[in-house]
T-cell receptor, first 113, second 113 residues
Framework: DAGVIQSPRHEVTEMGQEVTLRCKPISGHNSLFWYRQTMMRGLELLIYFNNNVPIDDSGMPEDRFSAKMPNASFSTLKIQPSEPRDSAVYFC???????????FGDGTRLSIL | SQQGEEDPQALSIQEGENATMNCSYKTSINNLQWYRQNSGRGLVHLILIRSNEREKHSGRLRVTLDTSKKSSSLLITASRAADTASYFCATPPGYSSASKIIFGSGTRLSIRP
């Protein structure tokens, strides 16, 4: 079975550029989560969706960040414009329901120069 | 603020020894989950223990839960080099099945050969 698929695995771009991270959750999972992980701040929940609807986006750091889930098999996290402090590993995870075990992708390592 | 906090932050033991990590949380829960993260990878779910359970086993893993003390422990017996990773506890705040889960800051476990 395919797990959670994230793309790209690595992204290096200059500040000010738009960055789009993509995620394909496990088929049949109803909840999708976006996290950011850094050494300083650990693992932070940015936003999560239930049945494609955003439920809690209180972790989204600024208006520069936006996330969409147009259907049950695809989600994007967009940063526009990007800044060096956005450099981190971004994970997508999915689960059958919100409080059940989550399955993580291998992340996107983002570097903003 | 973190819902769960692991202790210790870092642990280094000899291969073959047992490793114990602890997790404390703040609010009532209906389950508690443990995850492992290998370097450069996403988190992997290890075990879920429900609030009405006191102990659960999975292979070399043993998890205990004390809801009166709001604490849990993860024991890895007969450790192996491959157990080197970070370990996180995660709890859903509240009882709603639609809720998110919140991760602690993790314990970095190193197994010395």
């Amino acid at each position: 079975d395919a797990g959670v698929i994230q793309s790209p695995r690595h992204e290096v771009t200059e500040m000010g550029q738009e960055v789009t991270l993509r995620c394909k959750p496990i088929s049949g999972h109803n909840s999708l989560f976006w996290y950011r992980q850094t050494m300083m701040r650990g693992l932070e929940l940015l936003i999560y969706f239930n049945n494609n609807v955003p439920i809690d986006d209180s972790g989204m750091p600024e208006d520069r960040f936006s996330a969409k889930m147009p259907n049950a098999s695809f989600s994007t996290l967009k940063i526009q414009p990007s800044e060096p402090r956005d450099s981190a590993v971004y994970f997508c995870a999915s689960s059958l329901r919100g409080n059940q075990p989550q399955h993580f992708g291998d992340g996107t390592r983002l570097s903003i120069l | 603020s973190q819902q769960g906090e692991e202790d210790p932050q870092a642990l280094s033991i000899q291969e073959g020894e047992n490793a114990t990590m602890n997790c404390s949380y703040k609010t009532s829960i209906n389950n508690l989950q443990w995850y492992r993260q290998n370097s450069g990878r996403g988190l992997v779910h290890l075990i879920l223990i429900r609030s009405n359970e006191r102990e659960k086993h999975s292979g070399r893993l043993r998890v205990t839960l004390d809801t009166s003390k709001k604490s849990s422990s993860l024991l890895i017996t007969a450790s192996r080099a491959a157990d080197t990773a970070s370990y996180f506890c995660a709890t859903p705040p509240g009882y709603s099945s639609a809720s998110k889960i919140i991760f602690g800051s993790g314990t970095r476990l190193s197994i010395r050969p």
